[in-house]
Structure formats: C-alpha cells, structure tokens
T-cell receptor
Framework: IAGITQAPTSQILAAGRRMTLRCTQD?????MYWYRQDLGLGLRLIHY???????GKGEVPDGYSVSRANTDDFPLTLASAVPSQTSVYFC?????????????FGAGSRLTVL | AQKITQTQPGMFVQEKEAVTLDCTYD???????LFWYKQPSSGEMIFLIY??????QNATEGRYSLNFQKARKSANLVISASQLGDSAMYFC???????????????FGKGTKLSVIP
C-alpha cells in the first residue's frame, strides 16, 4: 500500500540523547514535511523539503535538523533531546508544492523525553 | 497574529444532524488554499476537502461541504447527516502563495473536537 512509513511508532528517550525519526514515502512525492502536534496547539511545521537536496525551516525548527538525500527519505534528528520536545511527530508529503497539492501524512511517532 | 483560528475547542452534535465547524483565516495574499483534515482517535490525519481562493463555488465532497465566505475570511466545514464515525478532531489549514523561505507550507489551526451523540 502506497504511503508514508514512520519509525519508530513510539519511543521514550532520556534527555540529552540523540534521536532520529525516520520517514520514508513510496509515492515519489517531491515535497516532504515534518510537523509536531501538541495538545491545544495543533500541528506546527518543523522543517520541510520542496525537493530532494533542499530543505527549509518551518515555524519551530530549533533543536531539530533534517536531510533530504533522495526523494523517498526525510529523517528528522534531535541532536540532544530536551523534555519540551515530547510530542507526536508527523511526517507528510505532497506531489508538488503550492496550489491544491494535498498533504499525505504518516501515522505519527510519539516521542517522550524524560 | 494567528493565521488560522478555530474558536470551538469542542462541539457536540446529535447523530444524523448537520454540524458546522468554524474556521477564520488571516492573509493578505490574493491566492491561497484552504484545507480541512480529520484526525480520529487512532491518530492519523485524513484529508477531507479543499477550497481555492479563486474558486467561485463552495467545495463539496460527499457529506462534507466548505462554506467559503471570502470577504469574511471564513471557511467553515459543514458535515451533513452526522455519523458516529465523524467523532474526531478537525483541523482547518491554509496554504498561502509563495513568499520566500517557508513558502507553500500548510499552517494549521488548533482544531475542534467533534463528538457525535447517538
């Protein structure tokens, strides 16, 4: 089934540890995104990539980094996790940017930083 | 200032009744798009409906319609004949026209939790 695969589904992490959330899509979408969802705050964009080889900062990029070495993969790295990064992380993709291009979301990764 | 405002944190509706979920937006762009997503308790994000700023007719998708009032900058979601499976969080989102770094991105509201009562 075509879509987005995120891993891990859930993770508990000690503060200060490095963590990479993986995201892979098989739809050959050009654009990919990372959002975090926190209760009462909706979804906020962390980083995005309009096409392979390019990335950009979203609304809340601090403490996170991304890379886009190829079309399919868009990992999100927390270099040194802090408790405020406890959240549900969603990876999404769209065929292109702009207009009516709909975002397809992964199932989410629940991260708890202690 | 918030770009997307959803003023109803929670709503209740009787099964088979219609319900309107409010969404207002703030943009100075002439070209933009408005989206609604549903998030059931299982957590996935499901696309429901899209309205472009230049679309003259309100978008409809099955039981979902978007009441687009451009002058009021509102894009309310109307669900007709509510079903128990409609119980979920609903998010309104906007994509503005290209404006440099961070462009084309969807900005989400904080969501409305809809509960359908049997």
């Amino acid at each position: 089934i075509a879509g987005i695969t995120q891993a891990p589904t859930s993770q508990i992490l000690a503060a200060g540890r490095r963590m990479t959330l993986r995201c892979t899509q098989d739809m050959r979408h050009n654009a990919m995104y990372w959002y975090r969802q926190d209760l009462g705050l909706g979804l906020r964009l962390i980083h995005y990539s309009n096409t392979a080889g390019t990335t950009g900062k979203g609304e809340v990029p601090d403490g996170y980094s991304v890379s886009r070495a190829n079309t399919d993969d868009f990992p999100l790295t927390l270099a040194s996790a802090v408790p405020s990064q406890t959240s549900v992380y969603f990876c999404a993709s769209s065929r292109a940017t702009g207009g009516a291009n709909v975002l397809t979301f992964g199932a989410g990764s629940r991260l708890t930083v202690l | 200032a918030q770009k997307i405002t959803q003023t109803q944190p929670g709503m209740f509706v009787q099964e088979k009744e219609a319900v309107t979920l409010d969404c207002t937006y703030d943009t100075s762009d002439q070209s933009y798009g408005l989206f609604w997503y549903k998030q059931p308790s299982s957590g996935e994000m499901i696309f429901l409906i899209y309205q472009g700023s230049y679309d003259e007719q309100n978008a409809t998708e099955g039981r979902y319609s978007l009441n687009f009032q451009k002058a009021r900058k509102s894009a309310n979601l109307v669900i007709s004949a509510s079903q128990l499976g409609d119980s979920a969080m609903y998010f309104c989102a906007m994509r503005e026209a290209y404006s440099g770094a961070g462009s084309y991105q969807l900005t989400f509201g904080k969501g409305t939790k809809l509960s359908v009562i049997p």
